[in-house]
């Protein structure tokens, strides 16, 4: 008999389960505008690291409290179609783990609200003491500079060779660790990235359409895994 399938999940959260880049909202919020607006640029240059990039929109913004905070964050929402994705997972015994570059401060904050609590998720730390904001990053690794909670690393600690991988992501810190995934569901920048870089991903708007491709993938007899996501995880794994 055949070995069961095993599939993983991997969803990026800020522009992908939320519309909006909640992480940049709140420094477009409540830092000063032209300098949040230059810092962002420089991260998209790759003229900082996505660290340096937080670390100094954090210096960025003069004064904030908690309860301002916590109103702005609450006045987003996750894209429904999510909600009813984890379901899906959920019913198909698929592990979905989120990876984020933005922070947990406001990632358990809206999940509580869409009664999502129990994901397993990996993000850097944000804190609200004193009228200021500041950044911790548990899973920084200096060879990720585009995502300071370095998503590759959790891909690689969460699957074995035998699991057929997705990545699911729409942006910035999602262009080196989609590749060494199976499966790449983009849109936006990461779309452009992989059409640039002749990586073969699907395009999604919304969460049901990554449902019905799953669904799918799922039936087909032979579920081929992608040549260069192996030699990406190979490489990774003689490095260490
Ligand atoms: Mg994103």
């Known amino acids: 008999m055949m070995n069961k399938r095993v599939l993983k999940v991997f969803v990026d959260f800020d522009g992908t389960i939320t519309l909006e880049d909640v ?37 960025s913004v003069n004064i904030i409290s908690k309860n301002e905070l916590d109103n702005f964050v609450d006045m987003i929402d996750v894209d429904p179609t999510f ?7 959920s019913d198909n ?16 904050r809206l999940f509580d609200k869409a009664g999502l609590m129990g994901i397993k998720y990996y993000s850097n730390k944000l804190y609200v003491g004193k009228g200021k904001l500041s950044a911790e990053y548990p899973y920084f690794d200096c060879d990720s500079p585009t995502s300071a909670n370095c998503k590759r690393n959790h891909i690689i600690n969460h699957s074995s ?23 790449i569901f983009a849109k936006k920048d990461l779309a452009r990235f992989c059409s640039m870089e002749k990586i073969s991903f699907y395009p999604f708007n919304n969460f049901d359409d ?18 260069q996501a192996q030699l990406k995880r190979k490489s990774a794994y003689l490095a260490e």
Do not use: P
């Not at 909600?83 to 997972?89: A, E, G, T, Y």
């Not at 015994?93 to 358990?108: N, R």
């Not at 057929?164 to 590749?179: E, V």
């Not at 990554?210 to 040549?227: A, F, Y």
């Open 23 to 59: 992480g940049e909202a709140i420094f477009q919020k409540f830092g000063k505008t032209e300098k949040v607006n230059q810092i962002i640029e420089n991260l998209l240059s790759d003229k900082i690291s996505s660290r340096q990039c937080w670390d100094e929109l954090c210096d």
């Open 93 to 108: 015994e698929i592990e979905m783990i989120v990876l984020s570059d933005g922070f947990d401060y406001y990632i358990d």
């Open 210 to 227: 990554i449902t019905s491709k799953v669904t799918e993938l799922m039936s087909k007899k032979n579920l081929r895994k992608r040549h």
């Open 161 to 183: 060779d035998d699991d057929y991988t997705i990545y699911i992501g729409d942006g910035n810190s999602d262009k080196d660790a989609a590749q060494y995934c199976d499966f």
């Open 83 to 89: 909600i009813s994705f984890v379901k899906f997972c």
